[in-house]
């Protein structure tokens, strides 16, 4: 599932690279019905000021290529449930991976700054089950973006559409390594590291809904 900024459920779609025209609005029965083993079925829509984009199956909005699209001018959040118990999260902004890691495993732990990694440790701290799954992360989520999302949402009428895996926005070329510059004698260089940024804010938005898709975070099992 990801989140996205100020962009609407047509954008969405068409930044993971589908053509938004053909998407009809069905239900989560109806689409299942679409559900091939190629390509990943795409279900768009909107919450106050996000918009959204889920996948039963696919991992499509875990790639670079959508990922990087759909943050270009904004931020994206990337929530992945794996089928193998490893659950996944990402930042994105303007086209750039800002933080990516498994929730509760140190060892996935980004450099500093690492304010995400931070807010959802925060949730799983204060969750009280042994094995918290992704509820921690889409708390952390949903206090930064104040859009929530429960069953009833996914369940209801979305923007959906068949994306086929090859027509998916194709990931970008891969960052060239920064060169070291030269050590002047005399001189030690070191490395400077960017300034710390402050923990995710928490906004707020005003006291009404903006559409039918404002109800209360509810697990999905």
């Not at 929730?103 to 807010?119: K, L, S």
């Not at 402050?198 to 109800?215: E, F, I, K, L, W």
Request: proline content about 12%; glycine content about 8%; some cysteine.
């Amino acid at each position: 599932m990801t989140f996205t900024r100020g962009i609407t459920p047509h954008d969405v779609l068409a930044r993971y690279g589908a053509d938004s025209r053909t998407a009809r609005l069905l239900t989560s029965q109806q689409a299942a019905q679409l559900n091939e083993t190629e390509g990943s079925v795409l279900r768009a829509g909107a919450l106050n000021d996000w918009s959204f984009c889920f996948e039963d199956y696919g991992v499509m909005g875990r790639m670079p290529g959508p990922l990087s699209a759909l943050s270009q001018g904004t931020e994206t959040f990337s929530i992945l449930r794996g089928g193998d118990g490893m659950n996944g999260f990402a930042h994105w902004r303007n086209g750039q991976c800002t933080e990516r890691f498994t929730p509760g495993y140190a060892h996935t732990r980004p450099p500093t700054p690492h304010p995400w990694w931070d807010a959802v440790q925060q949730q799983l701290d204060a969750a009280d089950a042994e094995y918290p799954g992704l509820i921690p992360v889409l708390e952390a989520v949903a206090l930064h973006t104040d859009a929530v999302l429960d069953t009833n949402i996914l369940n209801g009428p979305l923007l959906t559409l068949l994306l086929d895996d090859n027509s998916r926005t194709p990931d970008p070329p891969p960052q060239p390594p920064l060169e070291q510059p030269l050590q002047p004698p005399g001189r030690l260089l070191g490395f400077v590291l960017p300034r710390p940024t402050s923990a995710p804010s928490v906004q707020h938005a005003p006291n009404h809904p903006a559409d039918q898709h404002t109800q209360g975070f509810k697990p999905r099992e």
